[in-house]
């Protein structure tokens, strides 16, 4: 149901009153009991949602640049440091770029955004005054790193995209969700890109969404992308919808489609279901039939609705099982723990890249196995198939293709594009977890890295084997994998060593984040020119905090390591210099720091820190507690305070949509014992009577987790300590 609005605020003096819509000429004064205050008036808005409905009182300033429609506030010394100016510099040139690539332009008169000091969501897109945490728009040259600035720049253009998919088209009902927030991730992407070319931000796609993803939808506690209308009811029912499947699988498979039917088709599309639908209701039926309009304008013969059903109906994804021998193929559910139930069939579009050759597209619409040329190897050839993983599935190959790829990685990686080196890891550490393949086989994806430069792969592997860290680091199994990762990082940790050494970074961003990923895993696996850099770094920032030589890239990782490497005097100081920062994303590094200590004693004061407001901020009390879970010095200490604590949490934070389940699902990551699954499920009795927490769905996943992690370590823990004492280590490590 929408409506226009006509919305009229009283304030008080000296404050600034901001809606939807723009002010209908100044604030007029009024007297009431006596005192004077402001009414401000707003012009009726455009039919519009509810939902979007927003007013704001404050004394914030804006930025302001000539004629533009777009104003972003925040606090007055905020503006006056400059601090709007990025996100101001940006929004124009996003907005513009939307306007053009839609063909509809900004429907609204002016666009408000501001930086609000405490905010549970990142930001919120309400239509023509946009609210966002500080961290999300707020930048400083020199203090913030590229990732906040990429994060910045992201949240914008996701915001952004919401005024069409959202705004000025909004779902029938909640339950297709996915078509404002898939397509505002997906949407965002492109915003992104334009703003910054040389990002290569739209391969980034498989890390930040797709591989992540993958992770949730393949338990068996997975959800469809669309739900029945009748499923969707309440509150909560609403508040658990805005997961990663709404957010990353909705993008994952857009993205999909697009390649499938071409990006100029796709855009055909999407501008006349925007035009069609502006100012009312659509549901995913209607996006469906305008892309096939679409189609049908280039006489393809597919049918889009049939295709994507498959895709948004079911639950999960598949895992497409190729032998290139006889150039069979077939597909089935891919679920990490167990063998699925249902009986499930994708319409699935492989694009196929043998040895040296073009790349073809196949549709895979059948159980199979069926044979195929396509899937057919020659001789010693090799075949790659969903090449840049264009689609939301999951590949594996007979041994001998397993093998040729790998060799193929070891001889010269570069001949495989540089995404399928990614997802080939994070395919292989999968498959293996499944049971699919051994799990020496996925390892051996890795041995390779010590030639390969390039971001995705390394934190392709790298996120895959933080599952080793997380389930060997409080056993002997560690040991060994530490000299592995310390050899294999070695060239890595050269490579950047000059840019670390004179607090200067790489041109390309992908390689700024490879930067930190070399120092990261060189110090946390003790190579000993890493350690001996941190300290000389870290130490001269605690002497000398003015003349901080340390490159805003560096600083998370390197305040991190310094604080391990250090005692109580040292945690003191960047206690005090987190009270003090003024920008939130130096905050925000200093207190992901502040959790890395190895003393027990500090971490517990820690944790008493974030139950009040004064110390930590509400906002990041949840995520400074699953900080300090991630530090194997801090695991069973967050988990003991959760538990204890748990009546106050759940009362402060269970309204939040995001919080309870991030906690329990951090504090938890660990689990991997009888032991611990015990204490899970005793906790569960304990709170089980309420049944509408949002915690109740993430302890139901947390036990799934821990009980599918004990049957991997005892399966696995074995092979894997054998697989790492077997490979070559430095003979001078120290």
Not at 191 to 207: E, F, R, S, Y
Not at 260 to 277: E, H, P, Q
Not at 326 to 355: C, E
Request: proline share 3%; hydrophobic share 40%; glycine share 4%.
């Amino acid at each position: 149901m929408k409506a226009v609005f006509y919305i009229t605020i009283i304030h008080r003096e000296h404050t600034r009153a901001l809606s939807n819509a723009k002010e209908m000429g100044l604030p007029k004064t009024v007297e009431i009991d006596g005192e004077t205050w402001f009414v401000t008036e707003f012009h009726p808005t455009k039919e519009m949602s509810t939902y979007l409905l927003a007013f704001i009182v404050s004394t914030f300033e804006p930025k302001e640049t000539g004629r533009s429609t777009v104003r972003t506030w925040a606090r007055p010394e905020a503006i006056k440091a400059g601090h709007a100016d990025y996100a101001q510099s940006i929004t124009e040139e996003i907005l513009q770029f939307y306007e053009e690539h839609f063909s509809i332009p900004y429907p609204l008169s002016k666009l408000d955004q501001i930086a609000l000091p405490d905010f549970a969501a990142g930001a919120m897109e309400n239509w023509g005054l946009i609210t966002y945490r500080e961290t999300a728009l707020l930048y400083e040259e020199g203090i913030s790193s590229t990732s906040n600035k990429e994060f910045i720049v992201t949240v914008i253009a996701h915001e952004l995209a919401h005024q069409w998919f959202g705004n000025l088209v909004t779902m029938k009902w909640w339950n297709d969700l996915w078509l404002n927030e898939g397509f505002a991730t997906y949407i965002s992407y492109f915003g992104v890109h334009k703003v910054n070319p040389t990002w290569d931000i739209k391969d980034l796609i498989i890390l930040n969404d797709i591989q992540s993803v993958f992770q949730v939808d393949a338990l068996a506690t997975s959800h469809p992308l669309s739900s029945k209308e009748e499923d969707i009811r309440t509150p909560t029912d609403i508040s658990e919808l805005f997961d990663s499947i709404t957010y990353s699988k909705g993008a994952a498979v857009l993205r999909m489609l697009s390649d499938y039917i071409s990006d100029t088709v796709f855009l055909t599309g999407l501008r006349s279901y925007l035009k069609a639908y502006q100012y009312s209701n659509a549901d995913y039926k209607d996006l469906w039939n305008h892309l096939q309009m679409a189609v049908d304008g280039v006489q393809e013969t597919m049918d889009v609705e049939q295709v994507m059903n498959t895709w948004t109906q079911q639950m999960g994804y598949p895992v497409v099982t190729i032998n290139t021998t006889t150039g069979a193929v077939s597909q089935q559910h891919f679920l990490l723990n167990q063998t699925s139930d249902y009986n499930f069939l994708w319409h699935i579009p492989v694009r196929v890249m043998k040895a040296g050759q073009k790349v073809d597209l196949d549709l895979l619409d059948e159980k199979g196995p069926v044979r195929k040329d396509a899937y057919m190897a020659k001789g010693n050839e090799w075949i790659l198939a969903n090449v840049n993983c264009t689609g939301y599935f999951r590949v594996n190959y007979n041994p001998e293709n397993w093998e040729r790829l790998l060799q193929q990685m070891n001889n010269s990686h570069e001949e495989l594009p540089v995404i399928s080196r990614g997802q080939l890891i994070d395919d292989a550490f999968n498959l293996a977890r499944a049971k699919h393949i051994n799990v020496t086989l996925a390892l051996n994806t890795t041995k390779y890295l010590s030639k390969d430069m390039e971001y995705i792969p390394w934190e392709s592997a790298l996120r895959n084997l933080d599952y080793f860290v997380l389930m060997f680091d409080r056993s002997e199994v560690y040991g060994p994998m530490k000299a592995y990762l310390r050899k294999q990082v070695g060239t890595l940790y050269d490579h950047f060593e000059n840019h670390t050494l004179n607090s200067t970074v790489p041109d390309k961003h992908t390689a700024q984040y490879n930067q930190i990923n070399a120092i990261s895993v060189a110090c946390s696996n003790d190579l000993p020119k890493c350690r001996d850099m941190v300290k000389y770094l870290f130490t001269a920032w605690i002497e000398d905090p003015i003349n901080n030589t340390i490159h805003a890239n560096l600083k998370s990782t390197i305040y991190c390591n310094g604080i391990a490497l250090t005692g109580e005097k040292e945690w003191e100081i960047v206690w005090q210099r987190y009270q003090d920062a003024t920008i939130a994303t130096e905050k925000d590094k200093l207190r992901y720091a502040l959790s890395c200590s190895k003393d027990i004693w500090i971490l517990s004061r820690y944790l008493s820190y974030t139950l009040d407001p004064d110390k930590i901020r509400k906002m990041d009390s949840v995520s400074t507690i699953n900080y300090i879970a991630r530090n194997v010095a801090g695991q069973s200490l967050a988990w003991d305070f959760v538990q204890s604590q748990w009546p106050y949490i759940s009362e402060e934070y269970g309204g939040g949509v995001m919080s309870l389940g991030s906690l329990i699902d951090g504090v938890t990551q660990r689990f991997s014992t009888e032991f611990e699954l015990e204490k899970l499920r005793h906790f569960q009795q304990e709170f089980a009577e309420d049944t509408t927490s949002p915690g109740t769905r993430a302890l139901q996943q947390a036990i799934e987790r821990t009980q599918a992690n004990i049957k991997w370590v005892k399966e696995n823990k074995q092979t894997v300590l054998d697989w790492f004492l077997e490979q070559p280590v430095e003979s001078q490590e120290f």
